[in-house]
Antibody, heavy 119, light 107 residues
């Protein structure tokens, strides 16, 4: 069955870095556009980054631009998010999500990985 | 950026009730809107895409509609498993944006 499994979250000090991973299975990963979305505790959903199926087109939320790098390895069915200069306000559950058809919203979501930024 | 204004932020309803949730886009997004349901501690699940297309496996009591830049999610005959938070999301352009969410609670 379709699965997206995030990993790499955890507790990190302000100013630190983390690399999140998302392992895909059960579908043709290379056909999907992929997105990272986060949700701060008790808050709504916030889109943070997008990568096209080939990896050639990338977008970031302006509020996070310069601190994020999204990438994918279609041979490994994996999506990544490198996050640098982390701040307390980056504390959230980070979801990866996949979209087969542009403009349709996200078909599949992972279960999320929690990133906590605190000293 | 396109702002999505979702209302109400919460609604109390009983099993069997009909409820309506609205999202208004700050500019035209054609029909590129999706609706999601999220239960506590779980990932969101898509219910509706392209404003009114029902996701496979989603019960027919869920429906979506569009009128200009106003979008509506309707749940007819609310069931116990429908108590959750609902979000709209515009898929027209980057940055993708979500509505603030509507929490559907048991009256």
């Amino acid at each position: 069955q379709v699965q997206l499994v995030e990993s790499g979250g955890g507790l990190v000090e302000p100013g630190g870095s983390l690399r999140l991973s998302c392992a895909a299975s059960g579908f043709t990963f290379s056909d999907y556009y992929m997105t990272w979305i986060r949700q701060a505790p008790g808050k709504g959903l916030e889109w943070i980054s997008y990568i096209s199926s080939t990896g050639k087109t990338i977008y970031y939320a302006d509020s996070l631009k310069g601190r994020l790098t999204i990438s994918r390895d279609n041979a490994k069915n994996s999506l990544y998010l490198q996050m640098n200069s982390l701040r307390a306000e980056d504390t959230a559950v980070y979801y990866c999500a996949g979209e087969r058809t542009m403009f349709n919203g996200m078909d599949y979501w992972g279960q999320g990985t929690l990133v906590s930024v605190s000293s | 950026d396109i702002q999505m204004t979702q209302s109400p932020s919460s609604v109390s309803a009983s099993v069997g009730d009909r409820i309506t949730i609205t999202c208004r886009a700050s500019q035209g997004i054609s029909s590129w809107l999706a609706w999601y349901q999220q239960k506590p501690g779980k990932a969101p699940k898509r219910l509706i895409f392209v404003a009114s297309s029902l996701q496979s496996g989603v019960p027919s009591r869920f429906s979506g509609s569009r009128s200009g830049t106003d979008f509506t999610l309707t749940i007819t005959s609310l069931q116990p498993e429908d108590f959750a938070t609902y979000y709209c999301q515009q898929a027209n352009s980057f940055p993708l944006t979500f509505g603030g969410g509507t929490k559907v609670e048991i009256k």
